[in-house]
């Protein structure tokens, strides 16, 4: 569909505004009467729509026990259908925070333990390492601290996936970096867990996931099995191409259910968030989580090195303003979303798009939700961390004026099985080759050892450097995946 006919559609389809939920009667949900934060909101959503032809998007707000959920444009360009509050999205990585909370009840029940070897749930577990195979926990998995190549994606091998997952693909890999060193973004982790929540609970992961989270939590249109899902409407990923866009196709999830294989709704999304602002209770009251556990997944467990991010069970932790924020993203098959918490203010906010170029909008109102409910915003030059989905490190940092020497950076840095990253000198600063489909990226500097791509696919793509014990540079990290420099 060319772009001309997308603009004039979109506009003439009656935005889906929020109803009452029955299902959450201890919070009022607005409908017709947003705020004024809210509506201007809405009004950057359907602009940035336009600038990054964005063809939906779902926005969910709680704010003063108040929850405001909006669609906006379209499920489909090729069948639009208004995108409204009970529409269904894939949410592709923000599915690793419903895996952390099972994982969390399951911790409840004292059926496992965080800290204990994963081998005394998944007899068969084993990687190259004989001693991390020994040692790598529950805990290592849920805070992408395991220390191998972490983007790989299980078989679609049915009931099968998980179980040939840690069987066949697991042994293969090397260390990349000491067990618990170094933060590096790992689906094949959040895989792994939920082979363990298969074995503890004794049922397939679908149906342990949705006895487990899903239907005491009150999720009724969340499910991990797309025969559930295509039975409601639900939307497809767009790219561009050219002044047109297309669908993406065929339709994708991800057999790595618990690493991102969720679709969900605003509706259920927020209810959902609304239960991680609280202190355990359902939305109706009911007994859930202690305290203590729900707590500790929003406690910082491990920094990012190189950056001022921190890693919670399951939750990526930013601190704007002295206040810590709660986040996850998603980024599958022309999706990209985000759903975040800020505790201190009771806020949550979740905003979910259907194109490959959604992360820009998601940036863009991200930012504006909290400085509009919050106050709150990215310090200028603020390190931070990858969280699921794309952000732009040029939307906040600006180059160091004096740039480091490059030499110590150069080399070749690998993350085998997926390839190798090149780092080699480009003029006067350096050209970094992360192969993939990637276009070779130039690099600046906008504090130490951190860095982002001015040109190519992405521009503002985030890379750190990370040292080792000796403070050389042992590790390159590529938009939150790391590469090791020297021998294995």
């Known amino acids: 569909m060319d772009r001309r006919r997308f603009l004039a559609l979109s506009s003439s389809l009656p935005l889906a505004a929020a109803r009452l939920d029955a299902r959450a009667p201890e919070a009022a949900v607005a409908a017709q009467a947003a705020d004024a934060r809210f509506e201007d909101i809405a009004t950057l959503v359907r602009e940035q729509m336009r600038a990054y032809r964005v063809p939906g998007v779902g926005l969910g707000v709680v704010a003063d026990g108040v929850t405001t959920l909006r669609g906006f444009g379209v499920t489909s360009l090729d069948d639009p259908r208004p995108v409204t509050e009970d529409t269904l999205f894939t949410i592709a990585s923000i599915s690793k925070t419903i895996t952390a909370t099972a994982v969390m009840k399951l911790v409840e029940a004292r059926r496992v333990d965080l800290g204990a070897p994963l081998r005394e749930y998944v007899r068969e577990f084993r990687v190259l390492d004989e001693a991390t195979s020994n040692e790598v926990s529950l805990w290592h998995c849920l805070t992408h601290t395991p220390g191998w190549e972490g983007q790989l994606t299980t078989e679609d091998r049915g009931a099968e996936a998980l179980a040939h997952f840690a069987g066949t693909i697991l042994p293969t890999l090397p260390q990349l970096a000491p067990l618990g060193r170094v933060w590096s973004y790992n689906n094949a982790g959040f895989a792994l867990a939920g082979r363990v929540i298969e074995q503890v609970s004794g049922k397939g992961i679908h149906d342990a996931l949705r006895d487990l989270v899903f239907a005491p939590l009150g999720l009724t249109r969340t499910f991990t099995r797309l025969t559930d899902a295509m039975t409601y409407r639900y939307t497809l990923g ?139 915003a990215l310090a200028p030059g603020q390190t931070i961390a990858h969280r699921g989905v794309n952000e732009a490190m040029s939307f906040h940092a600006r180059p160091l004026a004096t740039q480091p020497a490059v030499d110590e950076y150069i080399g070749t840095y690998a993350r085998p099985p997926v390839g190798t990253v090149q780092v080699r000198r480009g003029g006067a600063g350096l050209i970094v080759a992360a192969g993939g489909g990637q276009a070779d990226a130039p690099i600046t500097f906008y504090g130490p050892d951190v860095a982002y791509a001015t040109a190519g696919q992405y521009i503002g793509m985030p890379y750190e450097f990370i040292r080792d014990d000796k403070a050389v540079v042992r590790w390159i990290r590529v938009n939150g995946r790391i590469a090791r420099r020297g021998p294995l």
């Open 238 to 376: 767009h790219r561009d191409r050219g002044d047109a866009d297309e669908v993406i196709r065929p339709f994708q999830t991800t057999s790595s259910t618990t690493a991102g294989g969720a679709l969900t709704t605003i509706a259920d999304i927020m209810r959902y968030a609304r239960f991680h602002l609280g202190d355990g209770r359902t939305p109706e009251g009911a007994p859930f989580m202690s305290r203590e556990n729900l707590a500790l997944m929003q406690t910082p467990q491990f920094v990012k090195a190189g950056t001022t991010d921190q890693m919670g069970v399951g939750w990526h932790v930013r601190t704007l303003g002295g206040e810590r924020t709660f986040a996850h993203g998603g980024t599958l098959n022309g999706h990209c979303l985000l759903l975040q918490l800020v505790p201190s203010r009771r806020l949550a906010f979740c905003v979910f798009t259907n194109h490959v170029e959604g992360w820009r909008l998601v940036q863009d109102v991200e930012a504006a939700i909290l400085k509009a409910y919050a106050g709150l």
